[in-house]
């Protein structure tokens, strides 16, 4: 199948249209439905985000703290909070952040505080989102999001709001057709309440997991993901994503593997008093998917990006009845299934493998 470009469109003649409003970070907007609330689960404050990178000011300010704090981390080319032996942040202290007790959480490096929160301008306001790697975020009750405790940690040292992604003023829904932001979030607006009202998300997102690839094959893909085992929670939890994707395209039966995180999941279960039901969560995650616009990242249009997330959530359900055979509740195996899935999209590989989705012909069905 053919990877093809967006045409150029010849210019038409026709009345001067007054101009889309420029995205904004104001209002603070949260998605309905939205839950979130820290419970110092301790994920966050492992090698899911390899403790950085830092900035020089968070660098001379942490030092100014805790001399030893920082460290050089070759992996993200960048300064680090130390980690601990054993894993986790060294100024963890009975699993809760030393320098939020001691200093107060302003002093804390901007990954650390802004986690699961980001930001992204439309022109609408600003989109607050979170990722689903927490278990804050995905298991046990939690109030709807609390708008000022998003800002909060969304300000950056200075005290500005501190923005993730700028929403374009015009949407691909496909290589060649261009919609108005208005439009896009009209069809993105009748998703949201579909996978609200309990439609399936394969529905909702109109098309089929795994797509052809141009100039490579899912199989090369896995195999990236498997290769990226170097004995930190991170790795092991690319090697299930590898596995999930081998296991979908050729029947691939995977080794034992160790469960990374499991005890911040289970800290999630502990403040549960009834499991949530899986395809509700489910449905949480993807509607945070398309709420948080994390395929503007890719530089694709719509369609390879609903093509894309139901590859994810194809991956999303083999693990869950993966962890579930090896006996993990099935709340908790959903929300570890989700984070293993979410973290892949967050490597360098997962653009790589976006990018090699064929566009010509759509990927995906025509949107309304």
Not at 195 to 203: H, I, R, S, T, V
Not at 290 to 305: S, Y
Not at 346 to 353: L, R, S
Request: hydrophobic letters at 35%; glycine letters at 8%; proline letters at 8%.
């Amino acid at each position: 199948m053919a990877r093809k470009r967006k045409k150029n469109k010849q210019a038409k003649k026709a009345p001067p249209k007054k101009a889309p409003p420029k995205s904004k970070p104001r209002p603070l907007i949260a998605r309905p439905g939205a839950r979130f609330t820290c419970f110092s689960d301790g994920l966050c404050c492992t090698d899911i985000h390899a403790l950085g990178p830092m900035t020089r000011s968070e660098v001379k300010a942490v030092k100014k703290l805790i001399p030893d704090a920082v460290i050089y981390n070759d992996d993200v080319d960048g300064h680090c909070m130390r980690p601990a032996e054993g894993g986790g942040c060294a100024q963890l202290e009975k699993g809760l952040c030393g320098i939020h007790a001691n200093h107060g959480p302003e002093h804390k490096p901007s990954g650390c505080r802004r986690f699961p929160y980001g930001l992204v301008s439309t022109p609408d306001g600003g989109r607050v989102t979170t990722e689903h790697r927490c278990p804050c975020r995905t298991l046990g009750e939690r109030p709807e999001i609390d708008l000022e405790d998003a800002e909060r940690s969304l300000l950056d040292g200075a005290g500005r709001i501190e923005v993730d992604q700028e929403a374009p003023e015009k949407v691909d829904l496909t290589v060649e057709d261009e919609v108005e932001w208005s439009r896009y979030a009209e069809i993105e607006k009748a998703m949201l309440e579909r996978l609200a009202a309990g439609d399936k998300p394969e529905d909702v997102l109109g098309a089929k997991p795994f797509p052809d690839l141009c100039k490579s094959a899912w199989q090369v893909q896995a195999a990236e993901f498997l290769d990226m085992k170097d004995d930190t929670a991170g790795g092991y939890a690319m090697e299930w994503f590898g596995d999930a994707l081998l296991a979908l395209c050729e029947g691939h039966t995977p080794p034992p593997r160790k469960r990374p995180w499991d005890g911040s999941f289970q800290k999630g279960i502990a403040r549960s008093e009834q499991p949530r039901d899986s395809e509700v969560m489910i449905r949480d995650w993807v509607s945070d998917e398309l709420w948080m616009l994390r395929w503007l990242e890719w530089d694709c249009p719509f369609d390879v990006a609903r093509a894309e997330l139901a590859t994810r959530v194809a991956c999303v359900r083999w693990l869950l009845e993966r962890l579930q055979a090896e006996g993990v509740r099935a709340d908790q195996a959903t929300a570890e299934a989700i984070m293993m899935v979410e973290l892949g999209a967050c490597t360098n590989q997962w653009p790589e493998t976006v990018d090699a989705i064929a566009n010509d012909p759509s990927p995906a069905e025509e949107t309304g």
